[in-house]
């Protein structure tokens, strides 16, 4: 069964980083996609960013590009959300997924992702 964790996240203040990190288990994930998203108050679930496990090709939501980074790890199954220049916009839980197959056109789909995290909190003050 395939399980993720995520990590890193915590209140900051605007202007600053965080890190998230995504801790995968229970199968080998080299031909899976990952992804983060999120959602902030009483928003629905969005699409942060995306990379296949295997290649390295990203894909990011056009609000946090050149700000947010994805990054895997494969040797120890960790997938990263680096996250720069945080704006109270950006407040959200945010959700580690795994989609098992590559990453395709449809990588912003929620439904692309058949594995969640727990989830963790950053709200970003003003």
């Known amino acids: 069964q395939v399980q993720l964790v995520e990590s890193g996240g915590g209140a900051v203040q605007a202007g600053g980083s965080l890190r998230l990190s995504c801790a995968a288990s229970?199968?080998?994930?080299?031909?899976?996609?990952m992804g983060w998203f999120r959602q902030g108050p009483g928003k629905e679930r969005e699409f942060v960013a995306a990379i296949a496990w295997s290649g390295g090709r990203t894909y990011y939501l056009d609000s946090v590009k050149g700000r947010f980074t994805i990054s895997g790890n494969n040797a120890k199954n960790m997938v990263y959300l680096q996250m720069n220049s945080l704006n109270p916009e950006d407040t959200a839980v945010y959700y580690c997924a795994a989609g098992s197959g590559p990453l395709r056109a449809r990588y912003a789909r929620v439904d692309e992702y058949d594995t969640w995290g727990q989830g963790t909190q950053d709200p970003v003050s003003s």
């Open positions: 229970g199968r080998t994930f080299s031909s899976y996609r």
